[in-house]
């Protein structure tokens, strides 16, 4: 089981969208509709952004979304504010086991 | 619904470590409860270490599933985990959550972590 493959870092200014890339398995990704995103701010536990693809749940802007296409799962974030700025992990399921992400780095210019 | 990791910062190389997540805002032995430990080392990426099920059943990243075990302590309101034969390697941020499962899979609550330093 190897870890999902992301971009290791991102960038945008203020108000411009990002997307970020999360690239997996048929047995993992792409076989199951259980990929999750955290966002994690230095020195804080991750917080959850987007669960089962694209629902987000309470209270994260509607400025988060996620898709998925075969075995790849995207994260985008439209309309990026300062405090957007923060590592991102994907998470998928994968029958017996979970898998995360090498993590990528949202820096907003 | 809160998670609050315990246990000792400092590990011997080839001792044990072991951690408490204890759950507070909802009874773990009422309703049913899912759970997994994550870690990340320092500068590093998250690695996800385990999950155990309502039912008493577990599940282990392969490459530590030979030094591991979480288990549950439902009077308590806690879930464990022990890591066997630590290594400098095993120095990281240990992280438990709630795991919600059915048709779903994600962790929504998380505990702030705890530092675990391998060093003789």
């Known amino acids: 089981q190897s870890a999902l493959t992301q971009p290791r870092s991102v960038s945008g200014s203020p108000g411009q969208s990002v997307t970020i890339s999360c690239t997996g398995t048929s047995s993992d990704v792409g076989g199951y509709n259980y990929v999750s995103w955290y966002q994690q701010h230095p020195g804080k536990a991750p917080k959850l952004m987007i669960y089962d693809v694209s629902k987000r749940p309470s209270g994260v802007p509607d400025r988060f979304s996620g898709s998925k296409s075969g075995n790849t799962a995207s994260l985008t974030i439209s309309g990026l504010q300062a405090e957007d700025d923060a590592d991102y992990y994907c998470c998928s399921y994968a029958g017996r086991y979970t898998l995360f992400g090498g993590g990528t780095k949202l820096t907003v210019l | 619904l809160q998670l609050q990791e315990s246990g000792p910062g400092l590990v011997k190389p080839s001792e044990t470590l072991s951690l408490t997540c204890t759950v507070s805002g909802g009874s773990i032995s009422s309703s049913a409860f899912y759970g997994g430990w994550i870690r990340q080392p320092p500068g590093k990426g998250l690695e996800w270490i385990g999950n155990i099920y309502d039912s008493g059943s577990t599940y282990y990243n392969p490459s530590l599933k030979s030094r591991v075990t979480i288990s549950v302590d439902r009077s308590k309101n806690q879930f464990s985990l022990e890591l066997r034969s630590v290594t400098a390697a095993d120095t990281a941020v240990y992280y438990c959550?709630?795991?919600?499962?059915?048709?779903?899979?994600?962790?929504?609550?998380w505990g702030q972590g705890t530092l675990v330093t391998v060093s003789s």
């Open positions: 959550a709630r795991l919600t499962v059915g048709v779903t899979y994600y962790f929504d609550y």
